[in-house]
């Protein structure tokens, strides 16, 4: 995997720059058809895949239209992968860790 560019030592996810997010339709409360799960490391995950729907494609082009539009950049071998352009931290890789605890704590934090 790392030889094919799916998964790297250092990536934007620790520096806080980097998001893998998919569409989501509130009518129908699914998930939009992307032509394959997020992190499905293969070739049909990429940008410009063969073999997927139209409706899929398009799906695609509209998420990545929406994330250049907010200053994100895409990653071609992954659909869902995006990196804020312009990244507060880019030689910052962050390290601390992600509990139960700390997550029940931002939540209730929340308004």
Known sequence: MFELGYVAA????SR????????????????????????LMDSVSHHDAEGIR??????????????????????????WHYTLRNEPYPDTYFDFPITSELVRRRMEARP
């Open 54 to 79: 139209k409706a899929e494609a398009r799906n695609r082009r509209r998420l990545r239209s929406i994330m250049e539009a907010a200053g994100f950049g895409s990653y071609p071998a992954e659909w």
């Open 16 to 39: 806080g720059s980097t998001v893998d997010l998919t569409l989501f339709d509130l009518a129908t409360g699914e998930l939009v058809a992307m032509g394959g799960d997020h992190d």
């Open 10 to 13: 250092k990536s934007g996810h």
